[in-house]
T-cell receptor
Framework: TQLLEQSPQFLSIQEGENLTVYCNSS?????LQWYRQEPGEGPVLLVT?????EVKKLKRLTFQFGDARKDSSLHITAAQPGDTGLYLC????????????FGGGTRLMVKP | ETGVTQTPRHLVMGMTNKKSLKCEQH?????MYWYKQSAKKPLELMFV???????ENNSVPSRFSPECPNSSHLFLHLHTLQPEDSALYLC?????????????FGPGTRLTVL
C-alpha cells in the first residue's frame, strides 16, 4: 500500500472537459506539492499547499488541501491538449525535512 | 546552461559493468537528491545531500554509491546492477533542504540493465 494514493491512474478526455485528480493518505502532511511531468523531462512543480483547507488557483488549475491535511485534489477546467502529462502529488511528513513522498501519478491525455 | 542537467540521458549497461551518472545544478543550491522512477512504483527518494553531506540513504542497495564532491555536482556510481534496476534516475536540487523548499528536477537518465 502506498502512503499517497492517487486516482485515477489514467484519464483520457476530450478538449474542453473538466477533470479532478485526487491524492489521498491516512497520514498527515505538513505540506503537499503537485508536479507535472512531460515525456523526456523531470517533474516540474505546479504548486505547494501548506495550510489545511487551503485553495490555490493557477489559471485553469485549482488545488485544494484537505482540512485534515491528509488529502488534496487538483481540478482542471476546460482541459487543453497542452495539459497532457503525468501529474504527481508529493507530501512532506512532519519532521521529515526535505524528504518527499510521492504518489503513483495520474497520466492525463487530453485529445483535441 | 541553466537549471539541472544530467548526463548521460540514456545508458544501457550489462550486469557486470561499472558506470556513473552525473548531475550538475547551476542554481546555486545547497541540497541535491537522487530519485528512482520506475514504471510500477511511485517516484522513490534514494539519497539526499545537504551542503555536501549525505543526510539520507533511503535503504538503497550498496550497488548504488552516491558522491557529492561539491554543492553543484552529484554522481551516482553503479556496479553489478540487476535488470530490475532499469528505470529513470532523476536528480533534483533545492535551495537549502528545508521542508517547503522547491525541488528542481533534471531531465533524468534512462537506464537499461541487460
Amino acid at each position: 500500500t502506498q502512503l499517497l494514493e492517487q486516482s485515477p491512474q489514467f484519464l483520457s478526455i476530450q478538449e474542453g472537459e473538466n477533470l479532478t485528480v485526487y491524492c489521498n493518505s491516512s497520514s498527515v502532511f505538513s505540506s503537499l506539492q503537485w508536479y507535472r511531468q512531460e515525456p523526456g523531462e523531470g517533474p516540474v512543480l505546479l504548486v505547494t499547499v501548506v495550510t489545511g483547507g487551503e485553495v490555490k488557483k493557477l489559471k485553469r488549475l485549482t488545488f485544494q488541501f484537505g482540512d485534515a491535511r491528509k488529502d488534496s485534489s487538483l481540478h482542471i477546467t476546460a482541459a487543453q491538449p497542452g495539459d497532457t502529462g503525468l501529474y504527481l502529488c508529493a507530501g512532506a511528513l512532519f519532521n521529515a525535512g526535505n524528504m518527499l513522498t510521492f504518489g503513483g501519478g495520474t497520466r492525463l491525455m487530453v485529445k483535441p | 546552461e541553466t537549471g539541472v542537467t544530467q548526463t548521460p540521458r540514456h545508458l544501457v549497461m550489462g550486469m557486470t559493468n561499472k558506470k556513473s551518472l552525473k548531475c550538475e545544478q547551476h542554481l546555486g543550491h545547497n541540497a541535491m537528491y537522487w530519485y528512482k522512477q520506475s514504471a510500477k512504483k511511485p517516484l522513490e527518494l534514494m539519497f539526499v545531500y545537504n551542503f555536501k553531506e549525505q543526510t539520507e540513504n533511503n535503504s538503497v542497495p550498496s550497488r548504488f554509491s552516491p558522491e557529492c564532491p561539491n554543492s553543484s555536482h552529484l554522481f551516482l556510481h553503479l556496479h553489478t546492477l540487476q535488470p530490475e534496476d532499469s528505470a529513470l534516475y532523476l536528480c533534483a536540487s533545492s535551495q537549502d533542504g528545508s521542508e517547503v523548499d522547491t525541488q528542481y528536477f533534471g531531465p533524468g537518465t534512462r537506464l537499461t540493465v541487460l
